[in-house]
């Protein structure tokens, strides 16, 4: 179990993550007082510093700058892959600008009542005389947000409900911008319904959806992130309803087939007591005042919102859990890597990578796998097959850990 020192108190990180407003007197004396928190993932002294956020009426650990690389490789404030400020490629979608994350997303975020002429100046050749930067669609910035709050990471024990992962989402993408834009008053992350908390939470998105009112000069849009609870066709196309949340999101019928069938298996967990569907939708106000989907992408997970591609790699997370195993799920959308596991055992040295067979006996689905062994012999990166079709999971034989949570 991983703790977290707050003034001169232990408590488990599980539990202030998924609880944040339990301990508010302790952080708000601790960031008053000490001015941080200190993770108790490994053995290392000095213990790595948390940052304590203020958000509204409680607070929030953060991960302290430039300072990922000190936690535990199980650790949720460890980022292994974390994007270092001054990339070398300035024109990616995804980039640290002074310690904060700066977003192209590939999305309008106002929709404009005028179609103004374009001002772009162009080369004779017809392209544009200054390279562009690339953007990125909604499921590469859901995944990028997943990963870059650590929640794409198993710590090998403890548990994580919604709140942890709000808390941490939270506190990750505070000051960040989106083309351009704060991401406050743009993004809103929703909350778990507390019954002692009604007024701040209800205020909170009452003042973020007053911000989506249509001016003259067109229709500011937002982002939402959540579980999606159920969806169904509706009068005029489909009907999205989140978690915790009263609210209802409609979508164009167009909108509601493409979603469906794009991701169809994250849409298949919505409502399922094992499985999670978590969404970020674009989303705008009508003239009406209901709030209407303009783009969305849905992610699948397992019951501790952990990532997966699939039924199957549902089955190894929960699996590698109960096996008080320490991993983390890669996520394909937001690294440049030759190849891209299912899972990554963190718990032994060298690291185990670990692959989740669904679909042999497909062609092409064959040919990428041999590709991926030939590409882990040439590495010498040890390596873990499942085939889900063929073998119960219990014949997966694991190595033992072998090495303690700080990676000594």
Request: aromatic fraction near 10%; include cysteine.
């Given at each position: 179990?991983?703790?977290?020192?707050?003034?001169?108190?232990?408590?488990?990180?599980?539990?202030?993550?998924?609880?944040?407003?339990?301990?508010?007197?302790?952080l708000e004396r601790a960031k008053t007082v000490q001015g941080f928190a200190e993770c108790g993932c490994g053995t290392r002294r000095p213990r790595p510093k948390l940052v304590i956020r203020r958000h509204r009426?409680?607070?929030?650990?953060?991960?302290?700058?430039?300072?990922?690389?000190?936690?535990?490789?199980?650790?949720?404030f460890n980022r292994a892959s974390a994007i270092k400020s001054g990339t070398v490629d300035n024109l990616d979608a995804f980039r640290l600008q002074d310690g904060r994350h700066d977003i192209r997303l590939g999305a309008t975020l106002t929709a404009s009542a005028r179609t103004p002429a374009s001002t772009v100046q162009r080369s004779p050749d017809g392209k544009s005389s200054k390279p562009q930067r690339r953007s990125a669609g909604l499921l590469?910035?859901?995944?990028?947000?997943?990963?870059?709050?650590?929640?794409?990471?198993?710590?090998?024990?403890?548990?994580?409900?919604?709140?942890?992962?709000?808390s941490q989402l939270t506190s990750e993408l505070a000051d960040c911008r989106i083309n351009g834009k704060p991401a406050d008053g743009l993004l809103h992350i929703v909350q778990r319904w507390d019954a002692s908390r009604r007024t701040e939470i209800l205020a909170e998105f009452e003042a973020w959806q007053a911000r989506l009112a249509p001016t003259a000069a067109g229709s500011p849009r937002g982002i939402v992130i959540g579980q999606i609870?159920?969806?169904?066709?509706?009068?005029?196309?489909?009907?999205?309803?989140?978690?915790?949340?009263?609210?209802?999101?409609?979508?164009?019928?167009?909108?509601?087939?493409?979603?469906?069938?794009?991701?169809?298996?994250?849409?298949?967990?919505?409502?399922?007591?094992?499985?999670?569907?978590?969404?970020?939708?674009?989303?705008?106000?009508?003239?009406?005042?209901?709030?209407?989907?303009?783009?969305?992408?849905?992610?699948?997970a397992n019951r501790h919102f952990l990532p997966c591609d699939s039924s199957h790699e549902i089955d190894m997370a929960d699996h590698l859990i109960a096996q008080h195993r320490a991993?983390?799920?890669?996520?394909?959308?937001?690294?440049?890597?030759?190849?891209?596991?299912?899972?990554?055992?963190?718990?032994v040295a060298?690291?185990?990578?670990?692959?989740?067979?669904?679909?042999?006996?497909?062609?092409?689905?064959?040919?990428?796998?041999?590709?991926?062994?030939?590409?882990?012999?040439s590495t010498g990166?040890?390596?873990?097959?499942?085939?889900?079709?063929?073998?119960?999971?219990?014949?997966?034989?694991?190595?033992?850990?072998?090495?303690?949570?700080?990676?000594a």
């Open positions: 179990m991983i703790t977290v020192r707050i003034g001169g108190s232990e408590f488990p990180l599980d539990d202030v993550l998924d609880e944040p407003g339990r301990y508010a007197r302790q009426d409680i607070f929030l650990l953060a991960r302290w700058p430039e300072q990922a690389h000190h936690h535990a490789a199980g650790c949720p590469a910035f859901l995944e990028y947000a997943w990963e870059q709050s650590g929640l794409n990471v198993w710590p090998g024990t403890g548990y994580r409900g919604w709140t942890a992962c709000w609870e159920s969806h169904e066709p509706s009068q005029f196309g489909g009907k999205l309803v989140l978690r915790q949340s009263r609210q209802r999101y409609f979508l164009a019928a167009d909108l509601y087939a493409r979603l469906q069938a794009s991701f169809g298996g994250a849409l298949s967990a919505a409502g399922k007591d094992d499985q999670r569907c978590i969404g970020l939708l674009l989303v705008e106000m009508s003239k009406s005042g209901y709030l209407r989907v303009v783009d969305a992408a849905a992610m699948l991993f983390r799920k890669p996520l394909r959308h937001t690294q440049r890597a030759a190849v891209h596991p299912d899972f990554v055992l963190t718990d060298p690291e185990v990578v670990i692959e989740v067979l669904g679909m042999s006996g497909n062609a092409d689905y064959d040919a990428r796998m041999a590709e991926k062994r030939a590409y882990y012999l990166t040890p390596s873990i097959e499942w085939d889900a079709t063929a073998e119960p999971i219990s014949s997966v034989r694991l190595p033992p850990a072998n090495r303690t949570h700080d990676g």
